[in-house]
């Protein structure tokens, strides 16, 4: 069964599951001299950056990517890179070089490739290998999706790839997402879910049968701390 913290807002979920991968990319740093993180996009993480971002965290080390990203420009208020900038990046001392974001001036085939390479580089992975990243965050979408892995999406079967371009029908939108054969392999994996529009697809996720075509976030569920609020956790209970 996974681990799962209900906490009593938003906010203290947020607080709680940013410090939990502030103390997890603080280990890994000291047991291998780097770590690697990525981090979901949307709405939801935004208290959880805000709350990173003024902690005295030294954030030299720490490489950080995306896992998934809207094929929008990166000052475009759909673009997960600006809201990860605007409420954490401006205001902490990670040099450049250490942010990974998906390249959304390519097109959205050729930046999913870019990223993998660019991923493949930093985590030195071998030919014939999958990335490994020491702490991978996701969100979940009122329809169980998460990254930009979509009901009905058939990249949930995917176990083999690093990064893919996907057609969001329901959003018109062009996506680059992390794969499950990576999201599986994260050694940590932290589910930050607020708010009362998640609890139904949260108990199904969670109490339900395990059907990730219906519910991709499944492919994740058992391996995932879930940090939700008492508003999201309102039908796990019964
Ligand atoms: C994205 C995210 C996505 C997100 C869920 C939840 O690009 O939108 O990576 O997977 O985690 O859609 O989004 P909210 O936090 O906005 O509810």
Redesign the pocket.
Known sequence: MPEILTFDSPLAAAQACGDKILQLIDAARRERGLATLAV???????LMFEWMAPRPFDWSGIELF?????CVPPDSDQS?YRMMRESLLDAVRIPAKQVHRVDTSLAPADAARTYADEIRGILKVKAGELPVFDVIQ?????DG?????FPGEPLVQDRAGVTAAVWVEKFKQH?V?LLPGVLQRARHTLS????A??AEALQAVLRGPVDSAQFPIQLVASQAVWYIDGSADAKLQS
């Open positions: 979901s996009g949307g709405h939801t993480p935004r995306q896992v998934d990203e809207r997960n996701l969100g979940m979408g009122p999706h998460t990254a930009s892995l996506r997402t930050l879910v607020t708010g529009d998640k």
